[in-house]
């Protein structure tokens, strides 16, 4: 019994003391040069899509108008509006109140596209039919 209280004695009187911190030059020798290694940083490539689709599609049909939902797009990633309805439209989108994209008045059928090279959030609305949306833009 009095070993077993020993060993307690001196495990609990060791676990008190102060570890020494000792300087790596003071271990190395003088003709070994000590480099410290950094961690390779790793990009990871992520393709994304040359174009975000945004398709217009009619709303309400009594009133006439179209519904589109907000985009989230990188820049220099491309919107294509496409028009898949029976009346034309033609896309204008502003950013802090000045007008950044006019496009052609889009037929029934045809696309239009408009790449955002701005970081930003931008406001386009169809002026033929005053449908509208938030493109954001990181």
């Given at each position: ?60 049909f ?14 220099t ?14 896309m ?47």
């Amino acid at each position: 019994m009095k070993k077993y209280l020993l060993i307690l004695l001196i495990l609990a009187l060791g676990c008190q003391e102060e570890v020494q911190k000792i300087e790596i030059d003071k271990i190395v020798p003088e003709n070994i040069t000590v480099i410290e290694i950094e961690e390779p940083i790793i990009e990871k490539k992520v393709i994304l899509p040359e174009y975000v689709d945004v398709v217009l599609k009619l709303g309400n049909f009594d009133q006439g108008f179209f519904e589109l939902e907000d985009v989230y797009v990188k820049t220099t990633q491309k919107i294509r509006w496409t028009n898949n309805n029976q009346q034309a439209f033609q896309m204008a989108c502003y950013q802090d109140g000045k007008r950044m994209f006019l496009g052609n008045r889009v037929l029934p059928g045809k696309t239009n596209e408009f790449t955002f090279n701005k970081i930003g959030e931008y406001f386009c609305q169809d002026i033929q039919n005053e449908a509208s949306h938030k493109v954001f833009v990181d």
